[in-house]
């Protein structure tokens, strides 16, 4: 029965395969799976993960879907998630937003997470289990590249927020909301971290083709900037506002906006575009003096650009030129990766 649902698990998928290994890892390793719930996102109209979704559970209720046709691109990628947070069964106690390249391994994850079931009275907040559980974040921007991705929220947050996020990122915008909530002390710090809930698959969009990843980093590009923009800046931190007031009313104390400055905000995201990957926490990226960046951008909004851009990469490759450019040996070996799976 849906009562019975203590933690929902979100995602979208269009890889059956992937998804079956996904839901598999789920299984093999929670201590009762009758009390998890999985929600995901399809295609309209994809028989396969239907087939997929049918055959795991073949009676039970593991797996709810919904279909839509939202997804045109992975820039719409965030648009489903909020439908699936609306039909969370009201018994869940907490939600993640997942990928289906992420394999549980921890056996009886499900019960360390129900611990901290009723952990604050007011039954407020996230257990940050990603390989960045541990950041303490000192700069917004640093939300928006390095996020804890696989936090399980109570409920009551994500209700308090009403949405899992307005733009691409459901991990980044909360991320943001975290940071805006740490701002206001002690009494309102609702991160428990937790070490000993593991996964493997943290890593996402390494079975892209180079043509898919050019793509994909033009997306991501624009994308951060749309969450670094003052409009979503100010949802994040009204949202922070409101888990705020929900847990002064608990504790009987009174606590005022904290505003931020749009002057701010604008100014330092045009700044740091021309030092972007600098600032989003790349130091030895080689596109790193204004010019590069300007070219950067360029190429960010002219897609036609690919093309020759791809033709210049694999040519600097085959060359051995490429090493001269990129001297970080771990992000030049991802470049060739990437180059050579075609």
């Known amino acids: 029965m849906s009562n019975q649902k203590k933690i929902s698990i979100h995602l979208n998928s269009n890889k059956p395969e992937s998804f079956k290994e996904f839901i598999n890892s789920i299984k093999s390793t929670a201590f009762n799976i009758k009390d998890i719930e999985v929600l995901v996102s399809i295609d309209k109209n994809d028989v396969e993960m239907i087939k997929v979704i049918d055959s795991i559970n073949d009676g039970n209720n593991l797996i709810r879907y919904i279909e839509t046709t939202l997804i045109k691109s992975f820039s719409d990628a965030w648009k489903p998630l909020n439908i699936l947070l609306q039909k969370t069964s009201k018994s869940v106690y907490f939600v993640s937003c997942v990928s289906d390249d992420l394999r549980f391994i921890t056996e009886g994850w499900d019960k360390i997470i129900l611990s901290y079931e009723n952990f604050y009275k007011d039954d407020i907040l996230r257990i940050r289990c990603s390989k960045y559980r541990n950041e303490v974040y000192k ?4 939300c928006g590249y390095k996020p804890d991705s696989y936090s399980f929220y109570t409920k009551k947050w994500l209700e308090i927020v009403g949405r899992w996020n307005p733009c691409i990122g459901p991990d980044t915008f909360q991320e943001c909301i ?11 710090q609702r991160n428990i971290v937790n070490n000993i809930i593991q996964f493997k698959g943290e890593e996402v969009s390494t079975d892209l083709d180079f043509k898919e990843r050019i793509s994909r980093t033009r997306i991501y590009y624009k994308a951060f900037f749309t969450l670094m923009s003052y409009k979503n800046q100010k949802r994040a931190n009204e949202a922070a506002y409101k888990i705020i007031t929900k847990i002064s009313e608990v504790n009987n104390v009174k606590t005022k906006i904290i505003t931020i ?7 330092t995201n045009l700044a740091r575009r021309f030092n972007f ?4 926490g790349s130091p030895n990226h080689f596109i790193n003096t204004k010019i590069k960046n300007i070219l950067f951008i360029a190429w960010c909004y002219m897609s036609i650009l690919d093309k020759p851009i791809i033709i210049i ?11 001269r450019i990129i001297k970080d040996d771990r992000k030049l070996k991802q470049v060739e990766a990437i180059i050579n799976r075609g």
Do not use: A, H, Q, T
């Open 313 to 323: 990469i694999n040519f600097l490759y085959k060359n051995n030129y490429l090493r």
């Open 139 to 142: 700069d917004i921007w640093e």
């Open 277 to 280: 990957f600098y600032y989003r």
């Open 261 to 267: 400055n749009p002057y701010k905000i604008y100014f």
């Open 178 to 188: 975290s940071y805006y909530v740490s701002n206001y002390g002690e009494l309102y």
